[in-house]
C-alpha cells in the first residue's frame, strides 16, 4: 500500500468527525438568524471549546483503554478553584492560572495512580474519585459565585483581528503543546500500544505503566484547562453536578464520534475535538430550528445513541461468531 | 501484595473458626467486620446508634439501595454495568406517579407501568450490548441520557405535580408485619428470588459462565445473548421498581432522584466482594455492601457532616476499600 493509504486508513475517524461537524456547522449558520458573521462564530467557538478541552482529556484516557469518568468533576472543580484564584494583578493572575493547572495535573495524576499502581478498574475508580473532585469543588463554592480576572478572560473569549476567536487560538495553542508532543513521544505511543494490546506491548518492553499514567495526569491537564475557560465564559464559579456529569457524558460522545475507539489503541485528540465541535453544533441546531429548548436532552440523547450505535456495522463484517466475544 | 497478606491472615484466623465462616468469601467477611466497626464507632458517638429502632430504620432506607443493587449485581455478575441507573429510578418513579393520575385502572396498573418503563429501558440497553455488542458503559450512558430527555419532555423540566399512589406508600412505608417496614420484607423477597435465581436455576449457572468467559458459555450451548438481554431487563426493571419505592417514601417523583443511586450501588455490589471483571460475588456479599454503604451514609449525616465532606469521605472510602481488597491480579 502507498503511503496515503496508511494515512487515510489512520485518520479516517478524524476526517469523518471533520466532514460532520462542517456540514453541521453550515446548515446551522445557514440557518442562523444572523448569518455566518464573526459573531455567530465567537460564540459558537467559545461554546464548542470548553467540550472540546474536555473530550480531548477523555481522548487521552480512552486512548489506553481506560475511560475517565470524574472528567466532568475535575472540570468543575477547577471552575470553583479559579474562580477563587484567578483574580486580582497580572502576577496574582498567573500564580492563579498555574495552580489551577497543578490541580488538574494532581488530580488526574491521582486517578492514574489509584487505576495503574492500585490495579482498580477504571470506571468505578473514577466514579469515586469523581465523588471527591465533586466533594472539594462543593467545598470550595457551597454557593456559586467568586469572579476572575475579567481583562484576561475577555482576552481570550474576544476575537483576534476583529475575525478570529481567540479561544479556538488557544485551542490550538493547547494541541500544539499537549497533544503533539505527546502522541509523537515514547511514552504517547506506549499509551497507544497499552491501550491497543497491553499484554503484548508489556512482552515488548514497552513502558505501558509510565506511557498510562501520563496519560491520566494530562487528561487531567486538560480538564482543569477546561474548567479555567468556564470560568473565563461565565465569571463565576459553580459546583453544579448536572454539568459536570454532562460534561463527562458528552465528552464521551465527543470522542466516539470523533473516531477514537473505546476499545482503545485507535483515534487522535484532533478528532475528538471534531467530534465535540459537531456534537455541540448538532445540540444547536434545535435552537436555530425554533424547537423548545426542552427537547435539547432528548435530542443530544439520542444522537448519543446512534453515534454510539454506529460502531455495530462493524458486526457485518465478522466471519467468524466467536469475535463477537472479545 | 495487600491481598496475599490479608489473605493470609484470614486464613490463620478461618483456621480456628466454624465451617460456615471458613468457608466464606474473604471479602464478605471484610465488608461484615466493617460494618460491625462502624456500629461501634456510630455508638461511641451516640447511645441510641444500637437501639432496634434505629437499625430497622437504617435496614428501611438500606432496602432502597437494596433492591437497585440487586439489578446493578446481576449485570456486574456478567462483566459488564448498568450506568442508567439514574434515570431508570427516575423514570420509573414518575411513570408510577403519572399513571397514578389516569383514574382507577391507572391507579391499580401503576406500579406495574413503572417497573415496566424500566423494563424497556433495561432492553434497550441488552440489545445494545448482547446484540449490537456496544461496551455496555456507553449505551448505558446513552439510554441514560435518552431516559433523561423524555422525562424532562413529559415533566417540562420541574418535578411531575403528580404523587404517589396509597399502594406505593404502603409498599415503602407500611407495616404487614408489625415491627417490621414492608419496605425491608420485599427487600427480602427479591433477594431470595435473586439468590435462588442465581444458585438454583441455570440462568444463573449461566450468568456466572458468561461472566468468566463469554466464548466458553457460548460454545457449551448457552444462548449468551439472550440472557445478557434478560439481565439487562431485570436490572432496569428493579432500579424502576426502587425508583417506586422511593416515590413512595417521599410521596412523589423529582427530577434527578437516582442520582444519588449511581455509585452507591456500584460500590455496594463492588464493596460485597463482587469481582467487577464478572463471573464471582455471592449476593450475600452484596447485602453486606448496602448495609456498609447505607450504614456510612447515615453515619456521616448524624455527625452533621456537610454534603461536600460526605461525598469526598465517599469516594475516599470507596477506594480505599476496593485497594484493600478488590484489586485486579498483576499483569505477567
Known sequence: MKDWRYWLAEERGTLLAFGIFIVMFAIYSANHPAGFTANVVQTAANKGVLLAFVAMAQTLVVITAGIDLSVGMIFTLTNCMASWLVVGTGLETVFGVLAVLGTGLICGAVNGAIVIYGRLQPIVATIATGAVFFGLALLLRPVPGGSVNEDLADFLTGRFFGVVPASLLALLVIVLIVWVPFSRSELGRAAYAAGSSETAAYMSGVPIRRGKFLAYTLAGLLAAIGGLFLTFFTYTGEAAYASGNAYTLFSIAAVVLGGVSLFGGKGSAIGAIFGALAFRTIGDLLFVFDFDPLWQPLFQGVILLIAVSLGAFALFRVRNRLEWFL | ?332
Open chain 2, 1 to 332: 501484595m495487600s491481598e496475599t497478606t490479608l489473605g493470609g491472615i484470614m486464613g490463620g484466623i478461618a483456621g480456628r473458626m466454624p465451617k460456615f465462616i471458613r468457608r466464606a468469601d474473604p471479602a464478605v467477611l471484610t465488608a461484615f467486620a466493617c460494618i460491625i466497626i462502624l456500629l461501634l464507632l456510630g455508638s461511641l458517638y451516640s447511645r441510641s446508634f444500637l437501639s432496634p429502632e434505629y437499625l430497622l430504620q437504617q435496614l428501611k432506607v438500606a432496602s432502597f439501595l437494596g433492591v437497585i443493587a440487586t439489578g446493578m449485581m446481576l449485570v456486574i455478575l456478567l462483566g459488564q454495568i448498568d450506568l442508567s441507573v439514574p434515570w431508570s429510578v427516575a423514570a420509573g418513579a414518575m411513570m408510577a406517579c403519572a399513571a397514578a393520575a389516569y383514574g382507577p385502572v391507572g391507579v391499580a396498573l401503576a406500579i406495574p407501568f413503572g417497573v415496566l418503563c424500566g423494563v424497556a429501558i433495561g432492553i434497550v440497553n441488552g440489545i445494545g450490548v448482547a446484540y449490537l455488542r456496544i461496551p455496555s458503559m456507553i449505551i448505558t450512558l446513552a439510554t441514560n441520557a435518552v431516559a433523561q430527555g423524555l422525562m424532562v419532555v413529559y415533566t417540562g423540566g420541574f418535578s411531575p405535580q403528580d404523587s404517589a399512589t396509597a399502594a406505593m406508600r404502603y409498599l415503602a412505608t407500611g407495616f404487614t408485619i408489625p415491627g417490621v417496614p414492608n419496605a425491608v420484607i420485599i427487600w427480602a423477597l427479591i433477594g431470595a428470588a435473586m439468590v435462588f435465581a442465581l444458585t438454583r436455576t441455570s440462568f444463573g449457572r449461566a450468568v456466572y459462565g458468561i461472566g468468566n468467559r463469554e466464548r466458553a458459555a457460548y460454545l457449551s450451548g448457552i444462548d449468551t445473548r439472550r440472557i445478557v438481554m434478560i439481565a439487562f431487563a431485570v436490572s432496569g426493571g428493579l432500579s424502576a421498581f426502587g425508583g417506586v419505592l422511593l416515590a413512595g417514601y417521599a410521596s412523589k417523583a423529582a427530577q434527578s432522584m437516582g442520582d444519588a443511586y449511581l455509585l452507591p450501588s456500584i460500590a455496594a455490589v463492588v464493596l460485597g466482594g463482587t469481582s467487577i471483571l464478572g463471573g464471582r460475588g455471592s449476593y450475600l456479599g452484596t447485602v453486606a455492601g448496602v448495609i456498609l454503604i447505607t450504614l456510612l451514609q447515615s453515619i456521616l449525616s448524624v455527625m452533621q457532616m456537610p454534603e461536600a465532606g460526605r461525598q469526598i469521605i465517599y469516594g475516599v472510602v470507596i477506594v480505599a476499600m476496593l485497594l484493600l481488597y478488590g484489586r485486579a491480579p498483576a499483569s505477567r
